[in-house]
Structure formats: C-alpha cells, structure tokens
Nanobody
C-alpha cells in the first residue's frame, strides 16, 4: 500500500521559516508530478507548488520568491522550504503525488494526511 507521509509543520512567527517533507512509503514503479496544496479554514484547497520528475516547477503567485519546492527522486520525497512566512500562509498543507505503483497499472493521485502550519503575527 502506498502512502504519503508529511512532516515539518508547526507554529512559527511571521517572517520565520519552516521546511515540510513528504516521504512515500510502500513500493512504487514511478512517480511523476509531486506537489503541495493547502487549505485554510473556510476556503477551498489551493495549489502551492508542484514539481515534475525532471525538476520543472510551478508556484502560486502568493508564494513566489518565498517558497521553494524540491524533490529527491531516489528517496521519492518532496520538500517545501517556506521562508518569510505570513499569517495568511496559515493552513493545512497537503502533499500530492501522481504515482504508478506497478508498470502495468494506470497512474493514480495520492494525498497525504495533511500537516498544520500556523503563522502568528
């Protein structure tokens, strides 16, 4: 069974930094796009950043220049370095990955359980 396990959330003051990690557990054949999404109370889940297997990245305008997404294709792990955090970054952050478990199976979308990030003013 494939699971995405997030870590690194917490409480930080405005202007501070956090680093989120998302590790893939279980056997996989390949992982295509990996990314981070977030959902604040009363709001829809939104894209934060995604990264292709080759390293191409896309960021939400609200985090450009402050957040950096990266991945380790050997360890099947994706990271999100968050700097200059703002109170409006407060949300539950979810890891996402497009995974093919076995070579003859179709790809599927997997989600982590979410990790809380709280930025105090």
């Amino acid at each position: 069974q494939v699971q995405l396990v997030e870590s690194g959330g917490g409480l930080v003051q405005a202007g501070g930094s956090l680093r989120l990690s998302c590790a893939t557990s279980g056997s996989v054949y390949s992982i295509n796009t990996m990314g981070w999404y977030r959902q604040a109370p009363g709001k829809q889940r939104e894209l934060v950043a995604v990264i292709s297997r080759g390293g191409s990245t896309t960021y939400a305008d609200s985090v450009k220049g402050r957040f950096t997404i990266s991945r380790d294709n050997v360890k099947n792990t994706v990271f999100l370095q968050m700097n200059s955090l703002k109170p409006e970054d407060t949300a539950v952050y979810y890891c996402n990955a497009d995974i093919q478990r076995i070579w003859y199976e179709a790809r599927n979308d997997y989600w982590g359980q979410g990790t809380q990030v709280t930025v105090s003013s």
